[in-house]
Structure formats: C-alpha cells, structure tokens
C-alpha cells in the first residue's frame, strides 16, 4: 500500500475480500466532481425555481394584457361605428332651432325623387338629373330650397361636391337657404353640376336635401353611386 493512498477492503461473507486503492488526488478529483455536480444540481434547481415564478409572472401580464387588447378592441370597433354612423353628417341652420343633425331628421315625403340619371362631365365634376315631384294630395304648389352633396368615401367633409357650391365643415353649421330655390306645383326637372374636389371614382353616395321656405325637411334622399 502505498504512503500517498487509501485502501478500502470489503469483506463480503461469502467471497474473498475485495481491495481497492485510491491515491489522494483521484479522491481530491472525486470529491471536486461531487461537489461540482451538487452545486449545479443546486443552482439548476434555484433558477428552475425562479423561471416558474418568472414564467407565472409573465403568464400572468400576459392574460392581463389581452383582456386590456380585448377591451381596446371593443373601444375601437365602438368609435369605428360611431364614426360610420356620423360620415356624411351635416348640420344645418333651419331658422327655428340652432341646428339639425340631417343624418337623423326624417323628410315630410311631400317630394320625392324619381328618374335620376348620373352623367360624368369629367373626372373632377358630376352632372345629374332629377325630377322632383310633387307628393301633396292637392298639389299645393312648394317652394323651398334644393341641395345635392356627393360623399368621398373617406367621409372627410372638407372632399364633399355640393350643388349649389357650399362650404361643408363639421364645427360650422350650413344655412339651408343657400340651397337652389325651386317652386313646384306638380314637378319639375332639375339638372344639377357637382364640382368635385378628388376624381369621380372615390364619391360612393349622393344626398338630395330640399326644405320649404321655414327650413322644414321636404325630402331627405341618400343613394350609393355605382362606376
């Protein structure tokens, strides 16, 4: 046995003794190699302690953060068709009060609109023609005033067509006797030059308004334009 190692003997009962040898440094080297194994062994177990508490964390934020996306969403989709159901709104002075939302004003019926005919002159302005008729049992004879817009599809006021030319803006009101005067007993044909402010193209609806000389609606006609 040499001075530098250990020697461990086993004795098993029915065999013959067992020796083994092992020099300090292989002992030393074991040892090391245990130690190391435990430290990882700890470390891993550590980390693996933190990366769940990491992880229930991040699952955590993240199913907070798509109910926040879920309620973005429906935040948008609301504003979106708010923002539908205003394109095209204009308000309109009608002497009696201080404006009309025109979207939702219903007309008297006592015109209507009847053989329209779209013909482009060009591809910045839009000539149309109408008959307004005349629905009153009497045929008592309407005056009044006539407006024709054509909507951009972007629903950006400041793009509409109007006939008579107006200037349309959302925080200004538009006083309805700057429309066409008419007078009309049975019917009467009306041709109508719209200049456009984009290419003919990108106006996807008209509406034809017409009031009687106190502002009241007579007829409130919407119609989706088709190239």
């Known amino acids: 046995m040499r001075r530098d ?9 029915t065999r013959e003794p067992m020796t083994m040898e092992f020099s300090l440094r292989e002992l030393a080297l074991f040892f090391v190699l245990l130690l190391t194994i435990f430290s990882s062994a700890g470390y891993s177990l550590f980390r693996f302690r933190d990366i769940r508490r990491e992880y229930s964390s991040l699952s955590s934020e993240f199913h907070s953060l798509k109910i926040d996306l879920k309620q973005k969403e429906n935040q948008l989709e609301s504003l979106k068709s708010e923002l539908d159901s205003r394109k095209g709104l204009i308000l309109l002075v009608d002497g009696k009060q201080d404006t009309t939302e025109l979207s939702s004003v219903v007309s008297s019926n006592q015109l209507k609109v009847e053989d329209v005919q779209v013909r482009s002159q060009d591809t910045h302005s839009l000539s149309l023609g109408f008959r307004l ?4 049992p ?8 006539l407006m024709v ?20 803006e959302r925080s200004r009101p538009v006083v309805y006797s700057l429309g066409d005067s008419y007078s009309i007993r049975r019917f009467k044909q009306i041709d109508a030059l719209v200049p456009l402010k984009d290419s003919l193209e ?8 017409a009031f009687n000389d106190n502002g009241d609606v007579l007829l409130n006609d919407s119609r989706v334009l088709h190239w």
């Open 5 to 13: 190692s250990i020697t461990i003997v086993l004795v098993p009962e």
């Open 133 to 136: 008729t005349n629905t009153t």
């Open 138 to 145: 009497d045929e008592r004879p309407l005056n009044g005033y």
């Open 149 to 168: 817009i054509a909507q951009h599809k972007s629903g950006d006021v400041d793009m509409y067509g109007t006939f008579p030319e107006l200037n349309l």
């Open 202 to 209: 990108n106006y996807t609806a008209l509406k034809i308004l």
